[in-house]
């Protein structure tokens, strides 16, 4: 497969999905948390992507690895807010689980397309 845009990486492909579930979840939020833990969600969501985006635009290995691990850790702090979420009885545990797995699983595809980013800077 030739890759002519991030939009064609499969991280960036399930990193949008995800960013796109996790808007349609914090939508079931209380008004309240409008400025707060759903902003932060979005917010977070977002940057995963976006960090996708930015890295593969810089063309040098090494920032399009920086930007996958900022990347990734956007990914942990929508789980940290999943779980909070959770402790504040928005989501139950099924929904969190559900969305762990597909934390996980953008996961993998970053940390795939990060080993390849370092193989292919070493080469």
Avoid: W
């Avoid at 920032?63 to 779980?83: A, K, M, P, T, V």
């Avoid at 969305?99 to 193989?119: H, S």
């Amino acid at each position: 497969m030739d890759i002519g845009s991030f939009t064609d990486l499969d991280v960036y492909k399930q990193g949008r999905i995800f960013r796109n579930e996790m808007f349609e979840l914090t939508k079931k939020f209380p008004k309240e948390e409008k400025y707060t833990l759903t902003n932060q969600l979005v917010r977070a969501s977002r940057s995963i992507t976006a960090n996708i985006a930015e890295g593969y635009g810089r063309y040098h290995y090494q920032e399009n690895i920086q930007y996958c691990r900022i990347s990734r850790g956007s990914l942990s702090e929508c789980y940290d807010h999943l779980i909070c979420a959770y402790d504040c009885k928005y989501i139950d545990e099924e929904t969190l689980t559900e969305f762990k797995e597909k934390i996980d699983r953008v996961g993998q595809l970053l940390n795939g397309y990060i080993r390849y980013l370092q193989k292919k800077k070493n080469e």
